[in-house]
């Protein structure tokens, strides 16, 4: 799925005016759809603590969830007053370990290349992105509230000129065709139409660049979503797809997987663990329960722009 913290956008035609870095995300356009509409008011409006109280421990916020196994000696004794404390740096190292397997899946990226986060929530994926490649990272959200988060906090970090948020539709963004050595949706895809999202992807990447997503799917084997795959829906006001529909609107659009990782194993003791701290927000059961059942997924497909 994507992550409890993602935003993303809905349809209109893609446009190719040239990005620049210095263009602040004051101009907030109007939403193209009234869902867009709808996903830009919960993300604006969203106030769970769970991403800021996993942030705040090295300041790196996330918008998605965690993969690896547990690290039980670090967290220590439950019985510990400071083990909650423990648990919320451990769930954060989880989500950073998801990160850096994206990261991973980029293929050669040079200093001079551009990275396009698709769904960038408050920029965590973007700041580690620039921290290891050293490139300029562009992100786009349809929450303004998140948009000046992600920018704000490169400011602090010294990197704005290599790191910047805008309010944007994923599916008509600003750069110019062939533009982005690499692009990604990190758990951000289920809010748009996957075919109208390839094709944007497809547009922007060079010839021979990388798209990585990593999300949540329901697996089709299963037969058709079930109840807990619904309820996620209902969670997160958002459509998720299956595992076939992201490999047939790649194929639609010169996106030619290379890679298609299952990381549900790796995902669940992150949930198992979530739901035993104080962060809960009443999904961890859906999550939990479809992830054991076989009938939702979380995968990761890297594909490349032919």
Not at 123 to 149: I, N, P, Y
Not at 192 to 213: F, K, P, Q, W
Request: net charge negative; hydrophobic share 40%; with cysteine.
């Amino acid at each position: 799925m994507t992550s409890v913290d993602l935003p993303a956008s809905t349809v209109t035609s893609p446009v190719a005016s040239p990005v620049t870095s210095a263009s602040a995300s004051a101009f907030i356009p109007a939403p193209a759809t009234p869902y867009q509409g709808d996903i830009a008011r919960y993300w604006n409006e969203e106030a769970r603590p769970v991403n800021l109280r996993l942030g705040d421990v090295d300041g790196l916020y996330h918008h998605h969830y965690g993969i690896g196994a547990i690290d039980h000696e670090a967290l220590g004794d439950p019985a510990d007053s400071a083990y909650e404390k423990k648990l919320i740096a451990e769930l954060h190292r989880l989500e950073s370990a998801q990160t850096d397997v994206l990261l991973d899946n980029l293929g050669a990226i040079g200093r001079d290349d551009l990275l396009v986060d698709a769904g960038c929530g408050r920029g965590g994926t973007m700041v580690m992105a620039h921290q290891r490649f050293g490139c300029k990272v562009e992100g786009v959200t349809l929450s303004a509230k998140q948009a000046d988060f992600g920018n704000n906090r490169a400011r602090e970090l010294g990197i704005a000129d290599s790191v910047h948020s805008r309010v944007c539709n994923m599916l008509a963004t600003p750069f110019e065709t062939g533009q982005a050595a690499a692009s990604w949706n990190n758990e951000s895809s289920m809010y748009v139409d996957l075919h109208d999202l390839m094709a944007e992807h497809s547009r922007i990447l060079a010839v021979g660049g990388r798209y990585v997503t990593i999300t949540g799917c329901w697996n089709p084997r299963y037969g058709q979503p079930s109840k807990w795959v619904s309820q996620i829906n209902a969670h997160f006001e958002c459509n998720i797809h299956s595992r076939r529909e992201y490999l047939r609107a790649m194929a639609d659009n010169r996106l030619v997987p290379q890679a298609v990782i299952d990381l549900t194993p790796e995902t669940l003791p992150y949930w198992k663990l979530r739901a035993t701290s104080s962060l809960v927000t009443g999904i961890e059961e859906a999550f939990i329960k479809s992830y054991e059942d076989g009938s939702f997924q979380y995968v990761l497909i890297a594909a490349d722009r032919v």
